[in-house]
């Protein structure tokens, strides 16, 4: 999900919040309850998004689809949002939280994508090449199967990337052979 500055910025306001007021976990465990709600209901994300809909009836239908699900701060966050008329950007503020939380709390990801499901061995190697890179972090390795990348794997750490796929292979030899000058005659 590409997150908008915005999005960072309502993030972060909470982040400081929760952290003053030493209830940075609870407000991370709604915000992942927001973002999972968010992200599983169609019909939320339409009214978020919608232009139609008063902003008042959204507050309130925000307030019963979490009611009794997440705190006070939380829930007043999200009124904050709905008068200031940012409620779409609800779900990216939800993923920018989480992305803050882990800095906070200095948590890596770390993600691995394979053609195959990991072995315990590879895994267990990648989670050392993770805490190497970042030592003193505390690592979450996300797990991915993608056929496509036919054998090998592709590890993102942080910024940083490394595609060691076969697929990646075949697409640099085409392109060099494509780069080849030499005709043949026949």
Not at 168 to 174: A, E, I, S, V, W
Request: hydrophobic content about 40%; some cysteine.
């Amino acid at each position: 999900m590409n997150i908008t500055p915005v999005a960072y910025r309502y993030a972060r306001s909470l982040m400081d919040l929760a952290t003053e007021k030493a209830v940075v976990e609870a407000v991370h465990e709604d915000m992942a309850l927001v973002a999972n709600t968010c992200a599983g209901s169609r019909e939320l994300q339409v009214l978020l998004n919608s232009p139609v809909v008063k902003a008042d009836k959204k507050e309130k239908v925000l307030e019963q689809v979490f009611a009794g699900r997440i705190g006070e701060m939380t829930n007043r966050f999200i009124g904050i949002l709905v008068r200031k008329g940012r409620e779409a950007l609800l779900p990216q503020v939800a993923a920018a939280f989480t992305e803050l939380y882990k800095q906070h709390k200095g948590i890596v990801t770390a993600e691995v994508t394979s053609a195959v499901p990991l072995s315990d061995d590879a895994r267990k190697r990648f989670q050392e090449l993770a805490a190497a890179k970042h030592p003193g972090k505390s690592i979450e390795l996300v797990e991915k199967v993608d056929p496509a990348l036919i054998g090998g794997v592709t590890i993102r750490i942080g910024d940083e990337q490394y595609d060691g796929s076969v697929s990646r292979r075949l697409n640099d030899l085409r392109r060099e052979f494509s780069k080849n000058p030499y005709i043949p005659e026949i």
